[in-house]
């Protein structure tokens, strides 16, 4: 740490805010801009961003990201609402010079680059001490609270020497490429997985081809599962069509008392709606030491409050709170339940707007819903076929809570010196 010097942030680093665009400039397709909802906690979210066409983007051409820029949000909310805090950092590692940055998101630009390293001030300012320190530094109301670049300016730093910063930012970032890597195989994993129900079970694709006498696209002992034709309802001859309450068990949320919640780990993980959603599985972060609704471990779960649709699966058996439903084949088929699910997403979605507050489905609405009953030999099959890939993801998932883990420990302890390059190497050799 003798080698570590003390900096304002201010001193080597300037905060450009981003290009106040006007309401009416926002068209729905041309060139992408990022707001401040895009921001997210460590990483940037393009999957729903606005547009704005070129003319607009042409007076904003001073605003475009470059790949691995720091981004802050600007305007949020105070710290009893973490999933949209103001002072998010995020780095963006999308392509140059494409994605524009609304007004009230920042983005970092380093005026010193022979003093800090681009990758390292991102690992600097989200460590969960300086994080703290954004936060508290905004000003203004709880649902509304704002930070300036002149406040962000002022927070002192104790920065290595470059070549240190470098070397942690590799050893951090190498963490970080690989918990990339993983969510970009979960997703074309589960991408397969949905294709793969779409065709057999929504489009009855192998039936359709064999009624028009189509070359087969399987396997032959799996081709020949599939019936030859389809029937009057247009669904394959002795597949059924049933509901929800007759081919699923379904248990719906109930709020236990408020008293019974703790963010200590006593008693079961706590979900009383899709806020802690993750992909594939919700993250703990509440608990219920008095449990009175229970799904358990692979039951999908349901999001049936404000928004309605979004589904999870459950790690682990926890506690459900009336935001959330947990649902289940009756031939207890995991893969087969959570495909299920999402193929009745659109239906589910419908109740998001019939509440006169917000949106919500109850259990004989959700009961009633039609779905699709394959003969029993064919969810078997669907569950041999697809399980080997839900399981990957799920050991994929495991893997990537274990290298976060291990980075979020090692973040702090590199910054303030307490562990040495040389030993934190060997902790991620050893997860990585």
Same mark, same amino acid.
């Given at each position: ?191 397969? =997985?949905?294709?793969?129900? @779409?065709?057999?079970? %929504?489009? $009855?694709?192998?039936?359709? +081809?064999? &009624?028009?006498?189509? /070359? ?108 959330? =439903?947990?649902?289940?084949? @009756?031939?207890?088929? %995991?893969? $087969?339940?959570?495909?299920? +699910?999402? &193929?009745?997403?659109? /239906? ?85």
């Amino acid at each position: 740490m003798g080698e570590w010097m003390p900096v304002t942030l201010g001193d080597v680093v300037y905060v450009q805010g981003g290009f106040a665009f006007k309401s009416r400039d926002f068209t729905t397709d041309g060139i992408p801009v990022l707001k401040i909802k895009n921001v997210r906690e460590r990483e940037v979210d393009v999957t729903e961003v606005a547009f704005v066409d070129q003319k607009v983007a042409d007076r904003a051409s001073n605003y475009f990201c470059n790949y691995g820029d720091v981004l802050i949000s600007m305007t949020g909310s105070g710290p009893q609402a973490p999933s949209s805090v103001v002072g998010r950092v995020a780095r963006f590692t999308g392509p140059c010079n494409h994605y524009l940055v609304n007004q009230r998101v920042g983005r970092f630009q380093i005026t010193k680059p022979n003093t800090l390293d681009q990758r390292f001030l991102f690992f600097l300012l989200t460590q969960p001490g300086l994080q703290d320190e954004l936060v508290s530094s905004a000003t203004g109301s709880a649902n509304q609270a704002n930070i300036s670049g002149a406040q962000i300016g002022k927070l002192s730093v104790l920065i290595p020497p470059l070549s240190t910063q470098k070397a942690i930012a590799s050893l951090l970032g190498a963490l970080d490429d690989k918990i990339e890597l993983n969510r970009q195989t979960n997703e074309t994993l589960e991408a397969l =997985a949905r294709a793969i129900f @779409k065709d057999w079970f %929504v489009d $009855f694709g192998p039936t359709r +081809a064999k &009624a028009e006498g189509r /070359e087969p696209y399987l396997a032959p002992d799996l081709w020949d599962l599939f019936p030859d034709a389809l029937d009057d309802e247009d669904k394959p001859v002795g597949w059924e069509t049933g509901t929800v309450g007759e081919c699923f068990h379904l248990t719906m949320g109930q709020s236990p008392p408020g008293s019974t919640y703790n963010d200590d780990g006593d008693g079961l993980p706590f979900f009383q709606g899709r806020t802690d959603f993750g992909f594939r599985y919700p993250e703990n972060r509440k608990y219920c030491s008095v449990p009175t609704r229970i799904a358990q471990p692979d039951d999908t779960l349901v999001s049936v409050r404000a928004p309605v649709g979004d589904i999870n699966m459950a790690r682990e058996k926890c506690c459900i709170g009336r935001g959330v =439903a947990a649902l289940r084949h @009756k031939s207890s088929s %995991v893969s $087969f339940t959570y495909y299920s +699910a999402w &193929a009745i997403q659109q /239906e589910l979605q419908q109740y998001e707007h019939t509440g006169t507050v917000f949106g919500a489905i109850n259990k004989k609405q959700f009961e009633a819903l039609k779905t699709i009953e394959p003969v029993p030999e064919m969810v078997h099959v669907f569950e041999e076929y697809v399980g080997p890939l839900d399981q990957r993801i799920r050991e994929s998932v495991s893997e990537t809570r274990t290298l976060a883990q291990t980075r979020d420990l090692l973040l702090p302890k590199l910054m303030s010196g307490d562990i040495r390059l040389r030993e934190a190497e060997k902790l991620v050799e050893a997860v990585a």
